[in-house]
């Protein structure tokens, strides 16, 4: 029987809506995984659990959601793209309803391709808000320490000077405005080329593996299409896990993508000429195990967020809303 045909504006809907359950719910975690990967130097947090705490206290409940407002506006096309292109692809790879493992590798390649193109400016402009906060606790830390010794500080000094203003707090108009100003269209997609080196294997590693555990104890065939029988709770699992496992794999291509994308540093912190300059200084400055920073709470962000994404995904939603428009 041949594979029932994608209907590109309802998973276009489906991705986009699942996108936005699943950031809402997994947002300060996600948070908590960028200021973790960009701590070089001085040590404000110790792990997830101090991150959030301190970000809470110091900024208040709603710090925690710095650069949600990025991300819930372009992670409808990104998660709608990707969901929607990886359908696109399978379909088209597929012959007589079935499709080779080779089939969904090169789907989930496709699928993470064409993401990037909205991945890369989301990435750039959240990251930026999302280490604001590290930032400024970077700078108290300095000039705590700076007060306490007679070790000088560049960032305490700056902190310190009687009538020092303070730096405006970062949005993502101010920041989108001035790197077009700067650098041009170019400026909102630096670090694109990492971006691409994560996704790519991110989504060929996932989507073969959904595929696979969404259909575990179903009589169909296991390379048919995943969506058309499949219960929630199903989906659900199937993408949290798949999710977790892909997340964990890519975690040292995340941790470069987001040095990268970095633009403003604190004290003693290293900027990168590229992916394998930044490779090298963090394997020389941190060690290998830099390359895991964060690892736990991307899991935790990618589980949740793909096991909501799927099953939303799988409930149909959008084909219910384009049968009511029609």
């Known amino acids: 029987m041949a594979e029932?045909?994608?209907?590109?504006?309802?998973?276009?809907?489906?991705?986009g809506v699942a996108g936005l359950v699943g950031v809402t719910c997994v947002f300060p975690i996600d948070l908590a995984k960028t200021r973790l990967?960009?701590?070089?130097?001085?040590?404000?947090?110790?792990?997830?659990?101090?991150?959030l705490a301190k970000t809470i206290k110091m900024e208040g409940y709603f710090g925690m959601y710095r650069g949600a407002a990025v991300?819930?506006?372009?992670?409808?096309?990104?998660?709608?793209?990707?969901?929607?292109?990886?359908?696109?692809?399978?379909?088209k790879l597929s012959k007589d309803g079935k499709l080779a493992l080779w089939g969904e590798i090169l789907a989930g390649c496709g699928a993470g391709t064409c993401q990037v193109v909205v991945t890369t400016p989301m990435e750039m402009l959240k990251i930026q808000l999302q280490d604001a906060g590290r930032l400024a606790a970077q700078r108290t830390v300095a000039a705590s320490a700076s007060a306490a010794g007679p070790t000088p500080s560049l960032v305490a000094s700056q902190a310190t000077q009687p009538g020092a203003n303070t730096p405006p707090r970062p949005s993502a108009t101010r920041i989108t405005l001035e790197l077009l100003k700067t650098r041009g269209l170019r400026g909102l997609y630096?670090?694109?080329g990492a971006t691409l080196m994560r996704d790519v294997p991110f989504s060929m590693i996932y989507f073969p593996l959904f595929a696979n555990l969404n259909s575990v104890g179903r009589n169909e065939d296991r390379h048919s299409n995943p969506q058309d029988r499949a219960p929630f709770l199903q989906s659900f699992?199937?993408?949290?896990?798949?999710?977790?496992?892909?997340?964990v794999a890519v975690t040292p291509l995340d941790v470069i993508k987001t040095r990268l994308q970095t633009l403003q540093?604190?004290?003693?912190?290293?900027?990168?000429?590229?992916?394998?300059?930044?490779?090298?200084?963090?394997?020389?400055?941190?060690?290998?195990?830099?390359?895991?920073?964060?690892?736990?709470?991307?899991a935790l962000v990618i589980a949740p967020?793909?096991?909501?994404?799927?099953?939303?995904?799988?409930?149909?939603?959008?084909?219910?809303?384009?049968?009511?428009?029609?």
Do not use: H, W
């Open 237 to 247: 699992v199937a993408g949290c896990t798949a999710g977790s496992v892909a997340a």
């Open 305 to 326: 967020l793909f096991g909501i994404a799927q099953g939303v995904y799988f409930l149909g939603i959008g084909e219910s809303v384009l049968g009511l428009l029609g």
């Open 71 to 91: 991300n819930l506006t372009l992670v409808t096309p990104e998660k709608a793209i990707k969901l929607a292109a990886n359908d696109v692809f399978r379909q």
């Open 190 to 192: 630096k670090g694109a």
């Open 265 to 298: 540093k604190g004290e003693g912190e290293d900027s990168y000429r590229g992916i394998i300059d930044c490779a090298q200084r963090i394997f020389k400055r941190e060690g290998p195990a830099a390359f895991l920073k964060g690892a736990t709470c991307r």
């Open 4 to 15: 029932k045909k994608v209907s590109l504006p309802a998973k276009l809907i489906n991705g």
């Open 37 to 51: 990967q960009n701590q070089q130097g001085a040590r404000v947090y110790s792990g997830m659990l101090d991150c």
